[in-house]
């Protein structure tokens, strides 16, 4: 069983930045690919952004230009870099892993990190 553990969320100011981690227990890692999620109540969970294993990154429209994902597997760790960062952007972002080499899902899952960006 993979353990993701979030950090870095919090409250800031429209226009601002917050860099959320991810550390995860799998010694595997590296093999892993990786994604960030976010969701608010009464919606459905939305991806983000995602880094494969071989460091290819996915975007979701809305973040393109403004969020970066990046990863360390010498710290078993995922990064998402949160600039210009918009109201809308305020939600619960979720770590997730998983060791599939194609598809969209992932078998993984943390326990979620609160975003707050103030108008």
């Known amino acids: 069983q993979v353990q993701l553990v979030e950090s870095g969320g919090g409250l800031v100011q429209a226009g601002g930045s917050l860099r959320l981690s991810c550390t995860a227990s799998e010694q595997t890692f590296s093999t892993y690919r990786m994604g960030w999620f976010r969701q608010v109540p009464g919606k459905e969970r939305e991806f983000v952004a995602a880094v494969s294993w071989v460091l290819a990154t996915d975007y979701a429209d809305a973040v393109k230009g403004r969020f970066t994902i990046s990863r360390d597997n010498a710290k078993n760790t995922v990064y998402l870099q949160m600039n210009s960062l918009e109201p809308a952007d305020t939600a619960v972002y979720y770590c997730?892993?998983?060791?599939?080499?194609?598809?969209?899902?992932?078998?993984?899952w943390g326990q979620g990190t609160q975003v707050t960006v103030s108008s």
């Open positions: 997730a892993a998983t060791p599939r080499r194609s598809g969209g899902l992932f078998d993984y």
